[in-house]
């Protein structure tokens, strides 16, 4: 069975740093890894999405990396806002669409 | 832009009643899910429906759980005779075919079992 971890649990930082999320996952068989941001109460929204092939991908001030062979994701936010404070959550896709395992997430903190 | 849509936003029933949550996914999807997540636990898969059948379920989707596609555009998601651990947010997402289309969420019902 896929286990997705996420490190930091919880992270502050000062408005204007750059920082690093990162993401492991047990299994390299994934079909794509899905970047998500939950605000509290709230759905999750999609923020990035890398296919199996790729190796990065960016949008923004986000940028998020795959590194298969050693069963990591990376989410690196540019100079982070207040606004970008939430829940941050990595889901790696199994093959046929069918299932997405989640890691428990990381609850940023952005200070102004 | 498109988005999945759930109601009720909050649900409250009685343990052993019945619920049905409801969901519209995006009208050119063709993947349709349901999660949940208890408060302070991960996301969690219960089902997967595909071309008007369940494609895949988790071993917290037993027989109490059932989905259904009842027309073309609503899913929905019955939970019979409900107990106090199936409190948690339910969410509805959705995803197109092929490596490219996300998986979007819809905002969630807030079942509370008491």
């Known amino acids: 069975k896929q286990e997705v971890t996420q490190i930091p649990a919880a992270l502050s930082v000062p408005e204007g740093e750059n920082l690093v999320l990162n993401c492991s996952f047990t299994d390299s068989a994934i079909y794509n890894l899905q970047w998500f941001r939950q605000d509290p109460g709230k759905g999750l929204t999609s923020l990035l999405l890398?296919?199996?092939?790729?190796r990065e991908q960016t949008s923004g001030r986000l940028n998020a990396s795959l590194d298969k062979s050693s069963g990591r994701s990376t989410l690196y936010i540019a100079a982070s806002q207040p606004g970008d404070s939430a829940t941050y959550l990595c889901a790696v896709g199994t093959y046929n669409f069918n299932k997405f395992y989640f890691g428990s997430g990381t609850k940023l903190n952005v200070k102004p | 832009e498109p988005e999945v849509t759930q109601t009720p936003s909050h649900q409250v029933t009685q343990m052993g009643q019945e619920v049905i949550l409801r969901c519209v996914p995006i009208s050119n999807h063709l993947y349709f899910y349901w999660y949940r997540q208890i408060l302070g636990q991960k996301v969690e898969f219960l089902v997967s429906f595909y071309n008007n059948e369940i494609s895949e379920k988790s071993e917290i989707f037993d027989d109490q759980f059932s989905v259904e596609r009842p027309d073309g555009s609503n899913f929905t998601l019955k939970i019979r005779s409900t107990k106090l651990e199936d409190s948690a947010m339910y969410f509805c997402a959705s995803s197109g075919e092929g490596q490219v289309t996300p998986l979007h969420f819809g905002n969630g019902t807030r079942l509370t079992v008491t």
């Open positions: 890398i296919q199996s092939s790729q």
